[in-house]
């Protein structure tokens, strides 16, 4: 599911940011042979290794670094590219950044905001430093990359996957600049607002956390724990609920503020 996730699932950004068009996902293939994933590991670490390997199984390309730093000596790092790949049709080396985020969408009186489940993330402050920063970074430090690659011509490219969460009493989705407006979506609300939109009677099962990324449809058939809503709540909880479409995420009663 991880690995199909990658392929199918829609991406949360529009293809055409200015610094770099996304990856196209309708070249990666599903690998015949057994996979293994560590699960207990963080979460962008854990898809960093699922897309490996759907790289390294592609006929389409060759992967040439993983987590590659471009540093000088004696200075700190100035960067780290996620993957840097050759496509073999074309001979074109691509330098390919992955991430995979969740934001919960909230109004205030100076307008959206879009924090993470860590209130301490941002969508802003993440879309600022990727396309100041990371897509920029063979174009900017072409001198502190390997000396087989510095002269050739590198394109950037970006695959960002995940979600924004609607407030449930919210009837327009969020749509920010850059933010595809066919990505992912579901809805958010507090543990004390629970009662309030479904009765006692209703099936709740916890999504855990390396799942966070798979739509729902891929999870259908997948048996999840059950969960029971408590009084409280000190961190935030994706949930997937009897009768409803999309995720939803059940938040400290103080969200966005620390509890």
């Not at 592609?58 to 040439?64: D, I």
Request: aromatic share 6%.
């Amino acid at each position: 599911m991880i690995l199909q996730s990658l392929i199918h699932s829609p991406l949360l950004l529009l293809g055409d940011l200015p610094e770099a068009p996304a990856f196209d996902q309708s070249t990666l293939t599903l690998s015949s042979s057994p996979t293994t994933l560590n699960l207990n590991q963080k979460l962008g670490h854990l898809y960093e290794d699922a897309l490996a390997i759907l790289l390294e199984a592609s006929p389409t390309y060759n992967l040439l670094a993983r987590n590659l730093q471009l540093h000088t000596p004696g200075k700190p790092t100035l960067g780290e590219l996620d993957f840097l790949l050759r496509d073999l049709r074309s001979g074109q080396l691509i330098h390919l950044e992955l991430a995979t985020k969740f934001y919960l969408a909230v109004e205030t009186p100076e307008g959206l905001t879009l924090p993470g489940p860590d209130s301490r993330d941002n969508f802003f402050s993440k879309l600022h430093r990727l396309r100041t920063h990371q897509l920029i970074l063979t174009e900017k430090h072409r001198h502190a990359l390997p000396a087989a690659f510095r002269e050739e011509t590198i394109t950037t490219r970006h695959l960002i996957h995940g979600c924004i969460f609607d407030h449930i009493h919210s009837t327009t989705p969020a749509c920010p600049e850059f933010v595809n407006p066919h990505r992912r979506q579901g809805r958010w609300l507090t543990i004390t607002q629970l009662p309030q939109h479904f009765s006692p009677g209703t099936r709740f099962e916890i999504i855990p956390k390396h799942l966070w990324p798979v739509p729902l449809s891929l999870l259908a058939n997948i048996p999840l724990e059950p969960w029971s809503a408590p009084t409280s709540l000190d961190r935030c909880t994706m949930l997937r609920i009897e009768g409803q479409t999309v995720p939803h995420v059940i938040t400290p009663a103080t969200y966005p503020s620390p509890s």
